[in-house]
């Protein structure tokens, strides 16, 4: 018997509690993991509140990221005893997550931990981290190299946002940050290495179709009508790397970006990258981040903690990463 956070539905609502269960009730896949971390982000918190309509199945496991160690293995591509990390997949909403002790999962949803990496490390990264190195290297792609000019990120105080910004000022970009709270958090921006700080207000009002040229290239973690308009604002081959819903599902824009300015526009999705991309990014996010990196904020808690905290998430109460150590 092992303990996980179960989320039932009754009478229209979410209630979240720590069960004790067993192998034999765990979902179908070819691994099964001892769980050392999970993380605990915002989508998490929606899931675990109710707030968002994030389960579409009960009872459920929530986590979309877990490290762990392997128990047991029906693929020849994992041993018992690997070190493992799962981000994506659809884990803590279709197929139960991570914020359980055990858990059984399909292998060629697994990376191997990457050399460097602890399991809290990978999950302080997580998700975000393997996204925000998808963005990258899809500016990289491009051909936007650090002497191309200035890159915008937005959304820059998020997950996929700050590590965003440590890789490409790592890599040697000069990197503007677009942040709704900058006094709050303008200083870790500029310390995760920003140049120039950007209050959101100014992306918010409406777009023009072009507007004066800025950007060799961004990394667009919203949508919506911040895109349009980071996208008015791209040069002559500009790139962008959008990988964000946050701020609906619209694009109020025109072709004229992309035709008369030839910007391109390529989306990111962490969950549908194919394997080796996938194993890819996460070495390249290994040998990248800088150590300081993870002197930033975080908090690590129990299983039992984690209904409170993902109520103070959804609240705006929490910053820097919080992982789960199981």
């Not at 690997?82 to 659809?90: A, R």
């Not at 549908?272 to 890819?280: D, G, N, S």
Request: charged residues 20%; proline residues 4%.
């Amino acid at each position: 018997m092992f303990s996980a956070l179960v989320l039932r539905q009754e009478q229209n609502q979410t209630l979240a509690g720590i069960d004790k269960i067993d192998e034999r009730q765990l979902p179908s896949g070819d691994v099964l993991i001892d769980v050392d971390y999970s993380s605990l982000n915002y989508k998490d918190g929606l899931a675990i509140t109710g707030k968002g309509k994030i389960i579409r199945n009960f009872p459920m496991v929530p986590g979309i990221d877990l490290s762990g160690t392997v128990a047991h293995s029906d693929n020849d591509r994992y041993q018992a005893g690997d070190k493992v990390v799962l981000t994506g997949w659809g884990v803590g909403e279709n197929h139960w997550g991570g914020m359980a002790q055990r858990a059984r999962l399909q292998s060629d949803w697994l990376v191997p931990l990457p050399e460097g990496l602890s399991g809290k490390q990978a999950m302080m990264v997580g998700t975000a981290g393997l996204t925000a190195m998808l963005c990258v290297e899809a500016l990289i792609d491009a051909g936007i190299q650090p002497g191309s000019g200035d890159i915008l990120v937005t959304g820059a105080s998020g997950g996929v946002g700050s590590v965003a910004i440590t890789l490409l000022s790592q890599l040697g970009y000069q990197v503007s940050a677009v942040t709704g709270r900058i006094e709050q958090n303008g200083p870790l921006l500029e310390k995760l290495g920003a140049k120039r700080i950007i209050d959101r207000s100014e992306f918010e009002q409406p777009a023009r179709p072009l507007e004066k040229q800025l950007w060799a290239g961004a990394i667009d973690t919203v949508g919506s009508k911040i895109l349009a308009k980071v996208l008015s604002q791209m040069d002559y081959n500009g790139a962008v790397a959008a990988c964000g819903l946050a701020g609906g599902f619209d694009l109020p824009t025109t072709v004229m970006p992309f035709i008369l300015r030839n910007v391109r526009l390529q989306g990111i999705d962490s969950v549908m990258c194919p394997t080796e991309k996938r194993i890819q990014a996460w070495n390249k996010l290994a040998k990248l981040l800088p150590q300081s990196y993870f002197e930033q904020a975080c908090t690590e808690i129990k299983l039992e903690q984690a209904p409170s905290y993902a109520e103070d998430i959804t609240n705006g109460k929490v910053t820097g990463r919080v992982v789960i150590k199981l």
